[in-house]
Protein backbone atom coordinates (compact mmCIF):
# COMPACT_ATOMS: atom_id res chain seq x y z
CA UNK A 1 0.00 0.00 0.00
CA UNK A 2 1.02 3.40 -0.93
CA UNK A 3 1.61 5.74 1.74
CA UNK A 4 -1.89 8.01 0.73
CA UNK A 5 -3.67 5.07 0.81
CA UNK A 6 -2.72 4.18 4.27
CA UNK A 7 -3.22 7.72 5.12
CA UNK A 8 -6.94 7.24 3.56
CA UNK A 9 -7.35 4.65 5.36
CA UNK A 10 -6.41 5.86 8.99
CA UNK A 11 -8.71 8.66 8.03
CA UNK A 12 -11.91 6.13 7.10
CA UNK A 13 -10.89 4.51 10.62
CA UNK A 14 -10.42 7.72 12.84
CA UNK A 15 -14.26 8.32 10.93
CA UNK A 16 -15.39 5.15 11.98
CA UNK A 17 -14.13 5.25 15.31
CA UNK A 18 -15.91 8.75 15.39
CA UNK A 19 -18.84 7.73 13.94
CA UNK A 20 -19.50 4.86 17.04
CA UNK A 21 -19.10 7.63 19.52
CA UNK A 22 -21.14 10.41 17.62
CA UNK A 23 -24.02 7.81 17.20
CA UNK A 24 -24.47 6.63 20.50
CA UNK A 25 -24.37 10.43 21.33
CA UNK A 26 -27.12 10.67 18.89
CA UNK A 27 -29.29 7.92 20.52
CA UNK A 28 -29.09 9.21 23.73
CA UNK A 29 -29.20 13.05 23.19
CA UNK A 30 -31.90 13.25 19.69
CA UNK A 31 -33.50 10.07 21.05
CA UNK A 32 -33.92 9.65 24.31
CA UNK A 33 -32.31 6.35 24.61
CA UNK A 34 -30.75 4.80 27.59
CA UNK A 35 -27.27 4.19 27.65
CA UNK A 36 -27.55 0.32 27.36
CA UNK A 37 -29.93 0.68 24.57
CA UNK A 38 -27.87 3.09 22.86
CA UNK A 39 -25.06 0.36 23.01
CA UNK A 40 -27.19 -2.16 21.90
CA UNK A 41 -28.09 -0.64 18.87
CA UNK A 42 -24.12 -0.09 18.23
CA UNK A 43 -24.22 -3.92 16.98
CA UNK A 44 -25.44 -3.74 13.47
CA UNK A 45 -22.57 -0.94 13.36
CA UNK A 46 -19.81 -2.98 14.23
CA UNK A 47 -20.87 -6.83 13.11
CA UNK A 48 -19.75 -6.89 9.33
CA UNK A 49 -16.41 -5.77 10.88
CA UNK A 50 -15.25 -9.91 11.00
CA UNK A 51 -16.97 -10.60 7.40
CA UNK A 52 -15.49 -7.81 5.59
CA UNK A 53 -11.90 -8.73 6.78
CA UNK A 54 -12.47 -12.93 5.99
CA UNK A 55 -14.19 -11.59 2.76
CA UNK A 56 -11.38 -9.49 1.70
CA UNK A 57 -8.93 -12.00 2.14
CA UNK A 58 -9.79 -13.66 -1.41
CA UNK A 59 -9.49 -10.79 -3.41
CA UNK A 60 -6.33 -9.24 -1.75
CA UNK A 61 -5.09 -12.68 -2.70
CA UNK A 62 -5.43 -12.75 -5.91
CA UNK A 63 -5.13 -8.71 -6.69
CA UNK A 64 -2.89 -7.89 -4.08
CA UNK A 65 -4.44 -4.78 -1.74
CA UNK A 66 -4.51 -2.20 -4.68
CA UNK A 67 -7.36 -3.01 -5.81
CA UNK A 68 -9.70 -4.02 -3.10
CA UNK A 69 -8.12 -1.66 -0.70
CA UNK A 70 -9.89 1.47 -3.10
CA UNK A 71 -12.89 -0.54 -3.19
CA UNK A 72 -13.33 -0.58 0.54
CA UNK A 73 -12.40 2.89 1.02
CA UNK A 74 -15.22 3.36 -1.55
CA UNK A 75 -18.05 1.76 0.42
CA UNK A 76 -16.56 3.41 3.70
CA UNK A 77 -16.97 6.63 2.74
CA UNK A 78 -20.70 5.87 0.88
CA UNK A 79 -21.75 4.72 4.61
CA UNK A 80 -20.04 8.09 6.12
CA UNK A 81 -21.78 10.48 3.87
CA UNK A 82 -25.33 8.02 4.11
CA UNK A 83 -24.58 8.71 8.20
CA UNK A 84 -24.56 12.08 7.63
CA UNK A 85 -28.35 12.33 6.46
CA UNK A 86 -29.35 11.00 9.27
CA UNK A 87 -31.49 13.04 11.70
CA UNK A 88 -34.04 13.68 14.42
CA UNK A 89 -36.51 12.06 11.30
CA UNK A 90 -34.60 9.24 11.13
CA UNK A 91 -35.82 5.65 12.46
CA UNK A 92 -33.23 4.56 14.96
CA UNK A 93 -33.21 1.41 13.69
CA UNK A 94 -32.02 2.79 10.77
CA UNK A 95 -29.67 5.63 11.50
CA UNK A 96 -27.95 2.66 13.68
CA UNK A 97 -27.91 0.33 10.26
CA UNK A 98 -26.51 3.37 8.69
CA UNK A 99 -23.43 3.32 9.76
Do not use: C, W
Not at 36 to 43: E, K, Y
Amino acid sequence: MTAASKAVDLMLNAARHGGVFTVSLYQQQERGQSAMHAGLLLIPMTTPTPESNLASAKPTGLYGPRAPTPAKQLLHTDGLLALHTAGTHTHARMAAALR
